[in-house]
């Protein structure tokens, strides 16, 4: 019972550690892609620049410590609720 009760079982991230950060666009610069956009070509533009935007814009990598002793790279967007959440279980020091 044990060995199904652990297959189960979901493992929760105890700690984080920033690996890699690479730069990307700004707010400002996001904005003006999608306003430009939307002024040339109308809603696909728009939709293409929001599309563009998504794909450079800055990302961080994270590594993933879990509960069970195993670890993951996750690199995920600076505006996402995951980079949100892997910020707030840095470890003090990493600040």
Known sequence: M???KNLFKRKCIIKTEIVDAEDGLDAEEQMDNELLAYEEFGFE???DATIYNDCNSPKTTFLLYY???STELATVNDDSKEFV???SLLEEDEF
């Open 2 to 4: 044990g060995f199904l």
């Open 85 to 87: 959440r892997y910020i």
């Open 45 to 47: 533009g728009f939709i």
């Open 67 to 69: 509960d069970d002793g």
